[in-house]
Nanobody, 113 residues
Framework: QVQLVESGGGLVQPGGSLRLSCAASASIFSGNAMRWYRQAPGKQRVLVATITSGGSTNYGDSVKGRFTISRDNARNTVYLQMNTLKPEDTAVYYC???????WGQGTQVTVSS
């Protein structure tokens, strides 16, 4: 069964850090670019970061310099390291296999004091 499972969300104070993980089935991870999106309450889902199968990365303007996307091909897992978190980073974060309609269930990130 094809699966994407996110984890690592939680409540963190402004300025703190979290690392999100997205574990994928091997059949969909290998050779595919992966993305992280986020959706804040009442807003549309927006692209946060992309990583190609070769490891090239791209970021949304609002997270550049604070977030880092990476992948471990041996573990079929993509990560999102989030540093210097701000209240406006509060959202449900989703991973996606680029070019497919495959999404995980999402993980909640709340940045609040």
């Amino acid at each position: 069964q094809v699966q994407l499972v996110e984890s690592g969300g939680g409540l963190v104070q402004p300025g703190g850090s979290l690392r999100l993980s997205c574990a994928a089935s091997a059949s969909i991870f290998s050779g595919n670019a992966m993305r992280w999106y986020r959706q804040a309450p009442g807003k549309q889902r927006v692209l946060v970061a992309t990583i190609t199968s070769g490891g090239s990365t791209n970021y949304g303007d609002s997270v550049k310099g604070r977030f880092t996307i990476s992948r471990d091909n041996a573990r079929n897992t993509v990560y999102l390291q989030m540093n210097t978190l701000k209240p406006e980073d509060t959202a449900v974060y989703y991973c996606n296999v680029v070019g497919t309609g495959l999404w995980g269930q999402g993980t909640q990130v709340t940045v609040s004091s």
